[in-house]
């Protein structure tokens, strides 16, 4: 949607594409044209001989591709020039260096930027346990080569998890990048995450000033500002210059973000910065660094793509744009988080969906008021993003509380809650955090958003709003769970999400604590686990398809001899690497 509005408001005709399960989408509605892809889900939108296709049949001559699914991919990209068509990115080339997440760590370390020490890409399960005996065991990150956005990633500090993370990762990353490269690097027990906003037209280069996107979930962003209100003065300087030299080594073309952690001892006093990645693409989070800087990113990457020069559009490189005031944006999310911290996501259609407004705050959205979102993607609604001129962080700050007390959304349950309660705390203010600052405090957050929860279902009832609060969980369906016969038990899917494989036969015997199926949903791979020890009686679930929360995956016959079972769960190594991870 934001890239279509840029490409109107410069007088250009836009085409979409999009999936079987995606017709009601909102890019399709405000694209000139629209072309249904032959396929559902994800594996639709990085289909590159479909893409190709509809471009060619609409009379395209450039594609652009967004920010996730095949940005990255320099395959795509090359694919577009084969066909005549522009592709609105980097060069193949630098697509291929900075996408690959190893080769971008080896060029750092040729400009003399300094990196968190890492496998090569591609590292085998053999090169990362190796590797993670090296840092002494201190923990070590999986992650994937390609992409991003928490995707194939995972926090590893026991060796015996890493054959098991391994598999997961590899398979998101190929679900969501359509490459399964991993690598690893030590891990950084308490840091801070900044990012520098790249432009180059292959002769200049320019930095556009840095975001700060410490406060994550899961390696999944969830607040990002500009400028970062904490940042050391030397740091940001150090930083920024690091990231130039980077893309004015390869003579960048287009946008990129370079990504960094700043190194923080126990109390929170900065140390200093290692680069970690670059991502040659447009950023989610592009939205702060244009409300800062005045500059639109999306009209000037595709400005850059049509061959005009920095100068040429209002961009001097001897002079850039300096950052004014503060700039925050919150990811919206269709979630639930339970008691426990647990996160699942949250399905159904938009009964209401209001956002809120007024001076300096903007609403990123696809979403609208009868919006059913297709569960097989990314639960992200809108993204709120709010600004001030002032140099008082305090001002940008009151104003997303302000913001997100607005936001109405019915119909499906989300984070806005979460996300109050987060922004309530002094901590927040004064940004004392940390990467896993989130994580930390999990259980207060919760406990907040459900009192806050309440509070707001009072006085819209006061204010006569709506008839049912608009911010209650949507009035559940009465399910009717199908009753086994006698002595059977069901395995249930614990979240809504997308099956990714079922690790068991029928007639086979499985343990307490054995994998029987694999999930994915918000962006990550959920893991289903036997509850008992039985035999498997019935497969009701197939890689490939939908499940719904409560659904039957497995069907189990219990084991007859208690005793037994419960030896047999004593003495099985559940660390052992199955049998399929040891190829």
Known sequence: VRILRAIRDLGMLSVAVYSSDDSNCRHRILADASVALNGAGPAAYIDIDLIIAAAKSEGCDAIHPGYGFLSERPDFAQACTTAGITFIGPEVKQLALFGDKGSALRLARECGVPVMPATHGGATLEQIEQFFDEQGRVGIVIKAVGGGGGRGMR?????????????????????????????????????????????GDGSHVVALGERDCTLQRRFQKVVEIAPSPVLKAQLRTDILAAARKLASKVNYRSLGTFEFLVEEDESGVQTD?????????????????????????????????????LEALGVNPENPPQMKGYAIQVRVTAESTDANG????????LERFD???????????????????APAFDTLLA???????????????????????????????????????LVDRDDFLLQKNHTRYIESILADLVATASALESEQQVQDLLMSQTTRTATAPPAKKT???EVLDQGLVATRAPLSGRIVEVCVETGTAVLKGQLIA??????????????LNGRVVQIRAEGGSQAAEGDILVVLEPALDGTEAEVAVETVDLAAIRPDLQA
């Open 355 to 373: 956002p809120p407004a007024g001076p300096d705050v903007r609403v990123d959205t696809h979403a609208y008021s009868g919006y059913c979102p």
């Open 479 to 481: 399910v009717v769970h």
């Open 518 to 531: 694999v999930i994915e949903a918000m962006k990550m791979e959920h893991s289903v686990v036997a509850e």
């Open 383 to 421: 993204k709120l993003i709010v600004s001030s001129t002032s140099d008082d962080f305090s001002n940008v700050v009151r104003r997303l509380r302000r913001s997100l007390a607005e936001f109405r959304i019915e119909g499906v349950s989300t984070n806005i809650h979460l996300l109050k309660a």
């Open 155 to 199: 926090v590893v500090k026991s060796k015996d998890q890493i054959a098991e993370l391994y598999a997961r990762c590899r398979s998101e990353a190929m679900s969501a990048f359509g490459v399964d490269a991993l690598y690893a690097e030590r891990l950084v027990n308490r840091a801070r995450h900044i990012e520098v906003q790249i432009v």
């Open 273 to 309: 910065f290692v680069f970690i990645e670059a991502n040659p693409r447009l950023q989610v989070e592009h939205t702060i660094t244009e409300q800062v800087t005045g500059v639109d990113l999306v009209a000037l990457q595709i400005g850059i793509a049509q061959g005009q020069s």
């Open 342 to 349: 647990l996160a699942r996501p949250a399905h159904g259609c």
